[in-house]
Structures are given as C-alpha cells and as structure tokens.
C-alpha cells in the first residue's frame, strides 16, 4: 500500500517575521499619519488665542543585520513638541505690565478730562471770569441792582459748577475703589485657576510628554495675569510653575495664596498676601495703575479743586464779611458755618473756639465791630480782642452783646448770631473813624491840659499837685500809696482817678495812655492852671504849667478816604505850636505813627482853608475846622486805621457776612441770603450808594497772589491745574503709544516662533501627505515581493 507525504502546514507570518522591509514602510505610514495629525490639529488652532503650534519630532530606528549587511530599520515619532519662545515670552508678559498700566492711566485722565470740560463754557474757567466781569461791571456802576443780582447768579453758577466737578471726580474714585477690588478678585481666580493645573500636571507625571492643552490653558491664564501684576514665573518641571508677586509667593505647586485689599491710614488701599505681614509690592499691570489713580490720578484733581474752592470761599469771605452792602449796614446776621460741641455736654458756649470744629481757622488778633446809628448816622467802633488760646465762644458771644446796641447767641443748631437794637444797625468795615476827636483834646473849648508822658509814673508818696479850675482857688491834690498798687509805677488809670477823687470843676481821664485833665465848662471864661506842690509830679507826667483857656468853640477835626496801608497803624496828630486854624502862619500839625516817628507835617497855618481836606498818608485824608490849637496844652488825638478789620478771621470761620458758604468744592454755594436779597452784596466801605471799595478789593482776587495758592491768583491756580491735567493726558498717550508699540513688536516676533503658519502647515500637509503615499507604495511592493516569494 502506497502512502502519500503529508503536505506541510502553511506558517502564518507575523509582524516579527515581516520580510525584510516590511516594517520599514509601517513605520513611515505610523510617522506620516501622526504628522498628518499634528497639522490637522495646528490648522484647527490657527486662530485659538494663546494656542502654541505643534510639530513632529522624527527620528531614525536602528535597522538588523542581513547577509553582513546593516539594513534601516525605518523611522519613529520621537516626540510632538510645543513650538514657543520662553524668553521671548517672558519679555512679553514683563511689556504686557506696562501697557496694561498706562491704558488704565490713560483712560482715567481721559475721563477726568471730560469731566473738567475745559476749554469750554460751562468750564471753571469761564464760570470765573464770568463772575469777575460781573464784579467789574458793579465797580463801574455800584448802584445798580441788576448787577449786583448779576454778580450773586454769576457766583451761584460757578459753586454748581465746582461742586459738580468735585461729585463726578468722587464717583470716578468710586469707581477706581470697585475696580481694585474686581481686579483682586479676578487675579485670585487667576491664581487658582494655575494652581489646578499644576495638580493636574503634577498628576499627569509618568504618562508622557506634559498634556499640552494644559500647557496652552496655563500660557493664556499667566498671560492675563500679567496684565494685572508684575509677575515672575520660574519652571517646576514636568510643565508645572511658581509665580511671584513683589517677591512673595502668589502660586506654589499645589497652592494659591489669596489677595485682599483694605485701607490704610491715610485713606489708600493696599493689597496684601494672605497672612503677609507688610502690604505686596505692586510695582507695574493694571492693578498698579489703579493704585496710582488713589493719589496722582482723580485724588490730585480733588484736592486741587478742594484747594480751589477753600482760597474762594475763604478768600472771598474775608472781604465780603468787611464790606458795607448797600443798605449801609445789617440788622441781623446769622453764621453759615455751625459749630460743634466737642465735649458733647449740649452746650456750644463752652467750646474754645479754635477747637469748635469751624472750617477755617482762627488766629489771635482783633474785630473791629461798628455800629450805626440810623438817626443820626453816628458810628460807634468797638474792637474786640480775640486770643485762641482761652477764649471760648461764650467769650465772643459775650463781647459782642457788650456793644450797646448789639446781641448776639448760639441756636440749637450751633449757628452764630448778631442782631442790632431798632435803630441800629452793624458792620465790621474798616471803617476810619470819621470823628477821631471825640474826647475833645485837640482844639477843645474848654480849658484842658494833657500830658505828654504816657506811664508808668515814678510818682513818691505825698507828691501833690495844685488845679485851679476856670479862674478858681487852687485845689490840692495829694497822691499816696494807698492809691496805687505801686506808686512808683503809677498807671495813668490810677492817677486819673486820684485827681477825680479830689478835683471839683473839673475832670481827669486817659486818652491813649495820656493823662487828660479839662475844666468841665466850655468858651473863653474856661481856664485850668497846674502846678506842683510837692515833689515834680507835673514833670512826671508831662503836664504842662502854663494856663490855659477855653475858646468860642472846639477845632472840628474830620478824617476821610479809606486806609490802602498793609498793616495796623495808629496815628498822632499834634501840633508843633499855639495858634488858631488858618490864621496864625506857619501853624503846622505833626503826624507820627506807633513807632513814633514823624511820617509828615500838615500845614494848617495862614492859607489854609478850614474844612479842606489834607492828605496824610495811604488813602487818609484829614480836615481841621475854625479854632485855636495849642502845643502848650499838649492837644492831640489819635487815629487807628486798620489794614484788617477782622485780623483774628472770626468772621470767615464762623461764616458771618458770607458771599460763599461752605469749606470745600463738595459744598461750596454762595450765601442764601444773598440769593433771597442781592442787596445785602457788600460793595463798599460806607454807606454811600456809589461807593465800589469793596468791589474793588474783590476784584483784586483775581490777579493777587494768595498765599493758600502758593502765591498765584484764582485764575491762575486752575489754570495750571487744567494745564497739567492736559500734559498728563498728553504724556500718558505718548508713553502708552511706546509701550504698546514695543509690546506689539515682542508679540509680532512671539507670534511668528509660535504661531500657526496657514501656508507652511499646507505645504508641510502636502509633503506628508506624498510621503504617506511613497510609504504605502512600498509597503505595497513589499507585500508583492513576498507573495511573489511564497508562491514559488
């Protein structure tokens, strides 16, 4: 029986027992596919934000041995890498800084320049001038009514204009506060946002290259966060970062610290590290910017307004309240500015009052208070002497009511008041008095000796003198210790009232520290003759021994003009001689001032018509009625002009006789009653209807240099201030254009390392797509070789 050979099994071929060849074609099929892959996906991404290209790394695989020979072994995807620039990078986030902070710069002087609108209408500037011309047009006609209402609105419109400003700055600043802490925020979500995926890569360890659209998440979360901070990043590796802000951590491995933001004492904000002991350093980005706005941005127009409105209402009021309105005086005022009881115990009295919370401040000095007479027109000074540092609001309120014909009180509410008897009415002008004369000393027709001495006198215990009074028996007077506190340093107040306690017909008093001894009868049988008795008491104080004799009537003296001095003078007027006004030749009237020194000499002998008016100094003007004057008998008198009648500025402080009231450019209007009556404008320092001084000195406000305004005028302060505001906007635009320029050129070259190439991807598809195509042919051929081989 015949067997047949069994037929060998047919072995199955797997990829170890691939022909030669064989494995060389699927591993470019493999690499050409995954590159088709990688640009597919760079194509996807061409205009992802942030998106960083890919590309494929190849590389060769070691080939075999065959027949002696080292035969390749085809090709491998290496890696797919991440196309950036990480230095480039970082240059751009350090530029992303800046323009982020100037943009914020930038637009908020832009916004504060809208708000000024200046130049324009119904800007500050031409709000001013507009009240300014109103006051120059009173000037010209004072009696006007229409203008003083003009003059009230002009000043009405520019308040509202000012305190408009000042309210659209407060919400922008409001607004910067609610920007801060939005920004905080969005940084703190920032910041946690990269410490998630620092976890997620941290867990993605060991699985492969870094996931790198955690790379790309992480690249455009760190690129906002450099828009707002200055932030440096170091590398963990495996793709993970560090941040830091300033030098602090902001986000670590697996952590992000949180941002707060408080206020400080001086009312800015800072931006602290969760359990950081000093505030973040936040050096550049748009929270900086927004932490500069709180001092150089709206802050520095605020105060500057601030500043404004204060030297307005301050400046303003301190002439205003010293001016006359039209109706020659006021019956009644009542302060603006309420004061505060500080002690909290319900009374206001109490209070010193530089500590009575008033908006401006008082100082030592004096108020000059004048009160008129309606019947007779008659002006009664009073100055009242202020010091800060004891006296209280009780005091003043008590000074004021010690005038005759004046009230004064504090209502529930804190306000000052004056009020004048029917009949009267006030004024605090520094009005000169216009009968200096009023105790008769110059030219008297009584009989009148005053002396020359002003105290204290050395006078010794028992010195006497003798009086006869209007051809009478002498009268002794003898001075003793008893009626001194110290006779050796007498007070002419003390001497004064010996003599009275002794002398009959007659009267001793003092005048300007002089001691002034007349007969109390009047005309030419009116004489007073003294002489010593004991001791030289008549050397001591100056009083003259020659007799002298009353006239028909006294020498009328009258003062006129308005004092244009810059400080507080009291003059003298003495005469150099005996003799009658206008008669006797060569009769003159020496002048001295407080120093006494002779400032000049009034010729008032042969030639001169009595009555004319003489001037003297700085605006004053004097005329001396019929009548004999005499050297001998020491006739003088005295003349106060005042440079300030308020040098204590009470009047400002407390807001009485106001033009503007308020303390700032959030409050500032003009007076209510000034809106309710214009005629209550005080437009001079008399009562005469066509006086302008005080317009005149309101008018000075607009080129004087006030020192509260470092030594420029209104107009000129807010015209710088506006100035600057416009060459701030102007360098903040050019220094933003810079920056964004150098930042456009860093991101332009980054763009062109990492970014999509549409063209290039296209042709690097094509090149691929050929190579797919020449590696499936191969692995074709090889496919045929080896069937042609197993079929043999």
Do not use: W
């Not at 800007?123 to 010209?140: I, K, Y």
Request: hydrophobic share 40%; with cysteine; aromatic share 4%.
């Amino acid at each position: 029986m015949v067997r047949c050979a069994a037929r060998p099994r047919r072995r199955s071929i797997g990829v170890s027992d691939m022909p030669i060849g064989f494995d060389t074609g699927l591993s470019a099929l493999i690499a050409a596919r995954t590159a088709i892959n990688t640009i597919g996906q760079n194509l996807a991404n061409a205009s992802t934000p942030g998106y960083s290209r890919e590309r494929v790394l190849l590389e060769t695989v070691g080939g075999t041995f065959s027949g002696g020979l080292r035969l390749g072994g085809g090709v491998r995807v290496n890696s797919i890498e991440r196309v950036t620039d990480e230095l480039l990078l970082s240059r751009l986030r350090i530029q992303q800084h800046e323009v982020a902070r100037r943009s914020v710069g930038l637009q908020n002087l832009q916004e504060i320049e809208q708000i000024f609108g200046e130049p324009g209408e119904g800007g500050v500037s031409a709000l001013l001038g507009n009240l300014f011309n109103g006051l120059s047009g009173l000037a010209a006609t004072p009696d006007e009514s229409a203008l003083r209402s003009g003059v009230v609105q002009a000043g009405t419109a520019l308040a509202e204009r000012i305190r408009r400003i000042q309210h659209d700055l407060t919400s922008s600043s409001q607004g910067v506060d609610g920007e801060i802490a939005s920004t905080t925020d969005r940084i703190n979500a920032i910041s946690q946002a990269l410490a998630d995926i620092n976890e997620r890569l941290t867990a993605a360890q060991g699985l492969g290259p870094p996931p790198t659209e955690l790379l790309d998440g992480q690249s455009r979360l760190l690129d906002e966060l450099a828009t707002y901070v200055d932030i440096r990043v170091n590398d963990l590796g495996a793709g993970r970062v560090r941040v830091n802000i300033g030098g602090q951590l902001l986000v670590g491995v697996n952590r992000a610290i949180p941002l707060s933001v408080s206020k400080n004492s001086d009312g800015k904000s800072e931006v602290i590290l969760e359990d950081a002991v000093a505030p973040l350093d936040v050096s550049s980005g748009q929270l900086r910017g927004l932490l500069d706005l709180e001092g150089s941005g709206v802050k520095e127009r605020q105060d500057g307004l601030d500043r404004l409105a204060q030297s307005l209402i301050r400046e303003f009021n301190e002439i205003h309240a010293t001016g006359v309105p039209s109706t020659g005086g006021y019956q009644s005022l009542q302060a603006s500015n309420p004061l505060v009881d500080t002690n909290q115990n319900g009374d206001f009295l109490d209070e010193l009052i530089i500590n009575a919370g008033l908006p401006f401040d008082v100082q030592d000095g004096a108020l000059l208070v004048n009160v008129i007479d309606d019947a007779t027109g008659a002006i009664t000074q009073t100055s009242l002497d202020i010091d800060v540092s004891s006296d209280t609001v009780g005091d003043l309120v008590n000074r004021l009511s010690g005038i005759s014909g004046l009230n004064a009180s504090v209502d529930g509410t804190g306000r000052l008041s004056v009020s004048a008897a029917i009949g009267k009415r006030f004024h605090f002008a520094p009005t000169l008095d216009e009968n200096p004369d009023d105790s008769n000393l110059f030219g008297s027709a009584s009989g009148q000796v005053t002396g020359s001495a002003t105290g204290p006198f050395a006078l010794a215990n028992g010195d006497a003198i003798s009086i006869a009074v209007d051809g009478g028996a002498p009268q002794t007077i003898t001075f003793n210790s008893a009626q001194f506190a110290n006779i050796s340093q007498a007070t002419a107040s003390e001497v004064a009232q010996a003599i009275n306690g002794t002398l009959v017909g007659g009267t001793a008093k003092v005048v300007d520290g002089h001691v002034v001894v007349t007969s109390n009868t009047q005309g030419t049988t009116s004489s007073l003759l003294i002489s010593d008795v004991s001791g030289s008491p008549t050397s001591l104080l100056g009083l003259s021994t020659t007799l002298d004799t009353g006239a028909g009537q006294s020498v009328a003296v009258k003062v006129s003009g308005t004092y244009s001095g810059t400080t507080d003078e009291e003059f003298t007027f003495r005469p150099l001689s005996d003799g009658r006004i206008g008669v006797t030749p060569s009769l003159a009237i020496e002048v001295l001032d407080a120093s006494g020194q002779v400032i000049t000499t009034l010729d008032v002998g042969q030639g001169y018509e009595p009555g004319s008016p003489i001037d003297v100094v700085d605006g004053v003007s004097v005329s001396f009625g019929v009548g004999a004057v005499s050297q001998t008998a020491g006739d003088r008198f005295s003349l106060k002009a005042l440079a300030d009648s308020d040098s204590a500025n009470v009047l400002s402080a407390f807001g009485l006789a106001a033009f503007f009231t308020g303390s700032g450019a959030s409050d500032i209007d003009v007076s209510q009653s000034l809106k309710d009556d214009p005629s209550l404008l005080a437009q001079g320092l008399s009562s005469a209807a066509s006086d302008n001084q005080n317009i005149s000195r309101l008018l000075s406000l607009r080129d004087g240099a006030l020192g509260s305004l470092g030594n420029r005028s209104v107009e000129e302060f807010y015209n710088e201030m506006v100035a600057k505001l416009g060459t701030d906007v102007s360098r903040e635009e050019l220094t933003f254009q810079t920056e964004t320029l150098l930042f456009d050129a860093l991101n332009s070259r980054l763009e062109q390392a990492r970014g999509v190439s549409i063209d290039e991807e296209l042709a690097n598809l094509q090149r691929f797509e050929q190579a797919y195509s020449a590696a499936a042919r191969f692995v074709q051929a090889i496919n045929d070789v080896n069937q042609t081989l197993l079929s043999i």
